[in-house]
DNA sequence: TTACTTTGTGTAAGTTTTACACATTGCTTC
DNA sequence: GAAGCAATGTGTAAAACTTACACAAAGTAA
């Protein structure tokens, strides 16, 4: 790829590190936001976690949780900040989803909004809600939402839908071990649908990404069934062509 | 859905707008770029539209085109500005893709960028490319791009990649009538891979998305091919439901 | 008219998906 | 401890889809 000769009509000057730092410098900041999405799933439910905004115009409102991004601070960062403070959890998955920008999204000025959204195991969270103003809320309850949240809690939840069925996500919603019925419901809270028993087994054991850990439920009022983990290392190596195309 | 009464535990006070705009306001700003990975399809290649770098740090590398985004405007107008600027062009198909914001990525200071991809015809373009500093690259030939660029053109590049599996985004980058024999090369050239000629013939006919519009190719030096448009407004009415777990 | 190149078409084999029912296990309760 | 309950665990046949593959027909060039 040969490098075009300066001609006339190259007429932009070339511009030197101060000329750049002024221009980054000026008035051409925005305030910079992350909000999450953050899910869990707790008795059959897919559940979202929601905080009572601390604004006084939307003091009847409940909002994502979200923070502005420090001058020094990596976006992703900055989203582990808020999943850490909120959850008390570390190493949580968490996504980037798209970027929010409406001129008049924000009532405190022009702030510009990174949402992300995160998968937590509520069995672990239970323990630590302590803010009395966080709240878990069923997906299906979500409606009216302060700011733009409502927005960007839809293209997060439609985000996670698709990737749930690409990517073994789910997983990170469950306990350590769980049982296919387990698994089950929970795609079928998160897609909202019902699924075919026999054939959804039939499916993850094609995949061949459950290991077998020879232990069964306890403490239910029926035949206990087995318990299994997920396989990540094997899932890790796996290289998949995927070519198929469908619309 | 019951809020919850206040509390001691609500520590946090209720903020007022004033507040909230002086958080808003104060240090946490920080500049926001656009980025634009611009593809086109030429000569049976898929192609990127990049510029040489601006920056005398960067001055033998091509990037992006890109630019801050304005106080006062959306993410994408911003992007719909770039493109129009550079192509000429109105309309175009753009989707936003992946906000990158390391802290080193800019050496100008902290410049948080907003990646989008788009999609052009080609000979729409073609007689306005006035700009000698902007040039059409074969995607394959692109490495060692200035910034962070590099990352963000693999990204919307998988993006694209992915993309045009699921959705019609092809045809933005083909003429408004085209033979069959075209949307595969472009598909070829897309996912870098061969497809059957009858299988790929026969999967778009049974999706039932192009119209015969009873014309066929002029001055090629062989039997000519039928030319179809894509029917767009069929497309928009499908309802697709999609559940296949599959990792 | 011949040679060349590319279009247009069908089928059989293999694979995947779907729909569907019954015996088994462990717990509960009577 | 027998009977009833509620869920687990399993297989098969039909349908749908995907893959691999070859030859006649159309138009151009010489």
């Known amino acids: 790829m040969p490098l075009l000769p300066e001609t006339e009509l190259n007429n932009k000057p070339v511009k030197t590190l101060k000329i750049i730092q002024s221009e980054v410098q000026s008035t051409n900041r925005i305030a910079l936001s992350v909000d999450c999405v953050i899910f869990g799933f707790d008795e059959n439910k897919l559940k979202v976690l929601l905080i009572r905004s601390d604004m006084k115009k939307f003091q009847s409102k409940w909002s994502l949780l979200g923070d502005l991004v ?10 582990y900040r808020i999943l850490k403070q909120r959850t008390g959890l570390d190493h949580l998955f968490l996504e980037q989803v798209h970027t929010f920008g409406s001129i008049g999204r924000h009532p405190g000025g022009r702030v510009v ?40 809690f839809n293209t997060c939840y439609c985000r996670l839908q698709k990737r749930v069925q690409e990517h073994p996500l789910g997983f990170s919603l469950l306990p ?10 929970l795609y079928e809270a998160i897609l909202g ?32 069934g087995k318990l299994y983990k997920f396989n990540y290392s094997k899932y890790e190596k796996r290289d998949k062509k995927w070519v198929g195309i469908d619309f």
Chains 1, 2 share one sequence.
């Open 70 to 79: 420090k001058p020094d601070e990596d976006l992703d960062t900055s989203a």
């Open 113 to 152: 909004s990174v949402a992300y959204y995160s998968l937590i195991n509520v069995q672990h969270h239970k323990l630590k809600i302590l803010d009395n103003e966080l709240h878990w809320h069923d997906v299906d309850s979500v409606v009216d939402l302060a700011f733009d949240h409502q927005d960007i």
């Open 176 to 185: 350590n071990k769980f049982s296919l019925r387990e698994l089950q419901n």
């Open 193 to 224: 649908v019902k699924l075919d028993r026999r054939n959804f087994r039939k499916k993850f054991f094609a995949m061949d990404f459950l290991i077998d850990i020879d232990e069964i439920e306890e403490n239910v009022p029926h035949r206990p």
